[in-house]
Structure formats: C-alpha cells, structure tokens
C-alpha cells in the first residue's frame, strides 16, 4: 500500500524532478495532487484542497530569488512564512497528523568564518538578506507546529543543488547554457561570468529529492538536517569541466552585471546528522550531474 504525499512547488526545478521519482514504479509513496489550484497566500483557496489527508507533506514552494527578497521583501514573508502559516493552519483544520517536512535553505547561516567549516547544524543561524530570514522565521513557525499539534514536523537545510531543468539565473545552469550556445555557433567563445572564484558546496538535485524521503522515513522529528554533499567546489572549477565536456574552447569574461560581491568566499556543510540518522550519502558525481545539465542545455539552446 503507497502512503500519500502532498508536495507543494511542484512546478519548480526539486517539484519536478520529485514528480518524475514518484512515477517510478518502485516507489513508496504516490503524489497526491490538490483537488483545486491553489495560492498559498491566499488562505480561502486551501480549504478542500485535499480529497483525501497525505500521510506526509514536502513544503517546498516559496520566493526563492535573492535579489528579488531585496526588493519586496514583504511579498517574500508573505509567501513564504504567512504561506506556510495558511498551509499549516489548512492541514490542522482537516486533521492532518502526519509528517511534514519544511524545505529550509542553507542560506539561514549567513556568514559563517572559515574556522567554523564544515557548517553544521550547531551552527547559530544569521541570516543576511529577508529571503534567509523568511526562511528561518518558517523554520521556527513549523517546528512550534510540530509542538503544540504534535506532528512529525522536520526541518531540511538544503545547500547548492543542481541538475537539469534549472533556471538560467543560477550560476551553473547560465554556464551550461552558454557553452551549449558556443557549441551550437550561436554566441562568440566567450563565456560571461560573476565572481567564479567562490567555493561552494554543491550536490545534485536527485540526492537532494533522495534526501527528503529518507527524511519522511527516519528522520527524528524537531531536527534540523544540513542537506549537502560534504565538500566545497569553487565555481570557476565546475564551469571548466563544463567546458571540457562540452569540448568547448572558450575564455571567461567578467561581466560587471554579474559581480555581486560574495561576503562567503568558502562554503562546505557537514551531512553527519542527516547520515547517522538515515544513513543516507551522496551518490550522485559531479561529473555525472555535469553531463545532465549539458545535455538538458544543448536541447533546449536547440529549441530557442
């Protein structure tokens, strides 16, 4: 018998690539679609949006743009800590009382010094921009949840992930496409690029998704689990073997539009807790998440 499960975010980049887990035919659990579309920050559009209870939910959809949190920051709380409030209080009014797991960011930490890595869950979060605080404040919100309601509520602290279908506004997936666009004689050999010299800890999008159903089966409710892949990569390292196998000749361009100034030089999480709990590890290379995201580049650069 397939338990449940509600994901909200489907649409996104983890929202489909969660879809395609759950079409596989050796899956335990099966998706439960809202009965009606729905808008989380309006609260009267989730009221019967279940026709039948999940077992469990992966709160997944929010405002996940940075710079965008900078300029409205109001509509960044509103959908994702007022958003989660009305999902939370939806779910509580059918008599849901079974697993939710928040999907968090790793972006809570803040400046971390170097000293301090690999970042771990004692980690104190301090966040530096309204996206990471409206982050943390739902973090707080949904584990008070799990106290007074006593659901199973966990908290996931994703880092990087990447993989194919992802938005050209993320700094491997605009490389993919720009190598692809090279490759197809469609932009000059050069390749535009913000600060590359960042290391950051980046892992593929399907041990991300592995991840969270490890954590709706054996994770400890009222934790918080670092999503990551244990080790920091610089950016400018992953665009070169990009080019390599792509077998692209390109030369990198600084573009002044691109340079945000990074305060992290160096980014590495520690999965320890997440591992000893599940016994859950990367599997995924970089190498192989590489050649899916080309791939999945060079079709749609074929496509524009």
Not at 162 to 180: L, N, P, T
Not at 187 to 194: H, N, R
Request: contains cysteine.
């Amino acid at each position: 018998m397939k338990k449940r499960l509600f994901v909200t975010g489907l649409s996104g980049f983890v929202g489909q690539h969660i879809q395609s887990r759950l079409a596989l035919p050796d899956s335990s659990w099966e998706l439960l679609s809202a009965g009606s579309p729905y808008d989380l920050t309006k609260a009267d559009s989730l009221t019967g949006l279940w026709p039948q209870m999940p077992d469990a939910v992966i709160h997944l959809a929010g405002q996940t743009f940075v710079p965008e949190a900078f300029r409205d920051p109001a509509r960044t709380f509103d959908i994702n800590l007022f958003g989660t409030l009305n999902l939370l209080q939806a779910l509580n009014t059918r008599g849901f009382a079974g697993t939710f797991l928040y999907v968090s960011s790793g972006d809570v930490y803040g400046q971390v010094g170097e000293s301090d890595l690999p970042i771990s869950e004692q980690q104190p979060p301090c966040p530096r921009n309204p996206y990471a605080v409206s982050k943390l404040s739902a973090e707080f919100l949904s584990l008070q949840w799990g106290l007074s309601e006593g659901w199973r509520v966990l908290v996931a602290r994703p880092f990087n992930h990447i993989g194919s279908g992802q938005k050209e506004s993320f700094v491997i997936a605009s490389a993919a496409r720009q190598i692809s666009r090279i490759k197809q004689g469609r932009q000059a050999p050069q390749l535009e690029v913000g600060d590359i010299d960042v290391t950051r800890d980046f892992l593929d999008v399907g041990d991300v998704i592995s991840a969270y159903f490890a954590l709706l089966e054996k994770g400890t409710p009222g934790q918080v689990y670092n999503i990551c892949s244990g080790r920091e990569q610089s950016i400018r390292s992953l665009i070169e073997q990009l080019g390599d196998l792509a077998e692209v000749e390109m030369q990198l361009v600084q573009d002044p539009a691109r340079m945000r100034r990074a305060d992290q030089r160096r980014v590495c999480g520690s999965h320890n807790r997440l591992t000893q709990t599940t016994g859950w590890t990367p599997e995924i290379t970089t190498q192989q998440s590489l050649r899916a995201i080309l791939s999945d580049w060079e079709t749609r650069v074929r496509q524009e």
